[in-house]
């Protein structure tokens, strides 16, 4: 597992009820106040990315990107419902290589957008949070 370090600007993490795939296609979802952009400036490809309560960090719930894939560069709106009133959240999210990175307890409710980086160097996964 690659090891996640927090160069915090912010935390972050998504949630129970985050409809990505709805977001994507368009269908009108109610925003929540957790919703977030996730950025990955990584240079590899993201293949998923869970989110869960921070309650709840080993029940990971379903891949909030669906059947796509977030490349190098891209970003994805992550939408929660708007009933949904948990802000700390735990998020995973699992390389083309199947390499795993978490970070944890993260207040979505204050984050707007989280970009993932690997330091080539180091060897590490880091997130920054705005």
């Not at 379903?62 to 009933?83: M, R, T």
């Not at 978490?102 to 980086?117: F, G, P, V, Y």
Request: charged share 25%; glycine share 8%.
């Amino acid at each position: 597992m690659k090891k996640g370090t927090l160069n915090i600007k912010k935390w972050f993490l998504v949630g129970i009820t985050a409809i990505a795939a709805s977001a994507a296609s368009g269908v009108g979802v109610a925003a929540g106040q957790q919703d977030f952009t996730l950025v990955n400036k990584t240079g590899y490809t993201i293949d998923e990315v869970y989110v869960s309560p921070s309650s709840n960090a080993n029940d990971w719930l379903n891949d909030v990107l669906g059947q796509d894939v977030l490349g190098d560069g891209e970003n994805a709106k992550i939408v929660f419902s708007s009933q949904n009133e948990i802000c700390k959240y735990d998020l995973k999210v699992v390389y083309d290589d199947k390499e795993e990175v978490e970070w944890t307890d993260i207040d979505l409710c204050k984050e707007e957008k989280i970009t993932i980086h690997w330091n080539k160097k180091t060897g590490e996964t880091s997130a920054t949070f705005d």
